[in-house]
């Protein structure tokens, strides 16, 4: 029998992939540092809920009886932060993985779906779109964390039972990013939208990024779920670059509004490029992208309008 443990369920992705897990028919747990009211409403008993903390290497053992399959989603940086956390970043993005990783191996677990970071473990583009064998040298200490974490979990995986699976998602976005610490700069536009504040815009705003749906996000990690592990890393991406001007243009689009904009000096730790070849994951996976980019957007606007009109702002 098939057991899913989502690790960071109550993230965006989390509660979209659980959504998609239940609707599969998997018997899924849900695992996280807490589980709010919202949460618990919407999945109620359909899913078994355990609380965890990584850190906690013994606890995280213990919690892991019965399950069979590990989606691991948990990260408590993002690209965003720069390199301004390094030590931190190490401790809390590195150590914690891979003793977590090894609690999996001894807990019997037979397959693990780690999501790196398509768009920061490559670092600048020799070639694009980039396929999984382009070198990888991080600008971000996101991305080395999450690079530091792939090969720990093809190191420890080999010559045990537990099989991986690494997917570099490129930038996900849809309905419930918030845009909340800098992730996701879709969510991120909608939050200062409604704040009346300008969006930050890095350099001239040409800077290009491969921006994938929700929905298509979540068909790729239940595709690896439901195969036998690939044991190998696949970028999870549409294959097409938007600049920054032309997201934000998007959004105006499908608002209907002008969105305020203010531009500063470019980050040394971003690319001006980053685009995924999703190649290697249509031929193994079965995978592609299927929700156009503005119908995508046009979603997630339609989903944040009615969330606006369910809780408005002091004032409104």
């Not at 690790?7 to 979209?16: C, L, M, T, V």
């Not at 690209?79 to 191996?105: E, L, Q, R």
């Not at 397959?111 to 970071?117: G, N, Q, V």
């Not at 964390?145 to 991986?164: N, S």
Request: proline share 5%.
């Amino acid at each position: 029998m098939t057991i899913v443990g989502v690790f960071g369920a109550n993230g965006f992705i989390g509660r979209h992939l659980t959504a998609a897990l239940l609707a599969q028919g998997y018997s899924t747990v849900c695992f996280g540092r807490h589980f709010p009211r919202d949460f618990e409403e919407k999945f109620g008993d359909r899913v078994e809920m355990r609380l965890v903390d990584l850190h906690d290497d013994i606890e995280a053992h213990r919690k892991l009886f019965g399950i069979t399959h590990v989606v691991q989603l948990i990260n408590s940086s993002n690209a965003a932060i720069g390199n301004n956390k390094v030590v931190p970043d190490i401790h809390s993005n590195i150590i914690p993985h891979v003793s977590f990783i090894n609690s999996c191996i001894v807990s019997g677990v037979r397959s693990f779906t780690f999501l790196s970071s398509g768009g920061t473990v490559y670092g600048y583009p020799r070639t694009g779109p980039i396929t999984e064998d382009h070198p990888t040298l991080p600008l971000n200490s996101y991305g080395l964390t999450k690079l530091f974490t792939e090969q720990y979990l093809r190191m420890l995986c080999r010559g045990t039972t537990m099989g991986f699976n690494i997917l570099r998602v490129a930038n996900p976005y849809g309905p419930g990013q918030t845009g909340v610490g800098g992730q996701g700069l879709i969510g991120t536009i909608l939050q200062k939208y409604r704040q009346e504040q300008p969006i930050t815009i890095f350099g001239d705003g040409l800077n290009e990024r491969d921006y994938l749906y929700i929905d298509d996000t979540v068909d790729a990690i239940v595709r690896a779920v439901e195969r036998e592990p690939l044991n190998d890393v696949v970028n999870v991406g549409s294959g097409k670059g938007r600049s920054i001007l032309a997201v934000v243009e998007a959004v105006e689009a499908a608002l209907g509004q002008r969105i305020i904009r203010e531009h500063i000096p470019d980050r040394a730790t971003d690319t001006p490029s980053n685009i995924l070849d999703p190649a290697k994951a249509e031929r193994l996976l079965g995978w592609k992208t299927t929700t156009p980019f503005r119908e995508g957007v046009a979603r997630t606007i339609e989903w944040q309008l009615r969330q606006w009109r369910q809780t408005p702002v002091e004032g409104d």
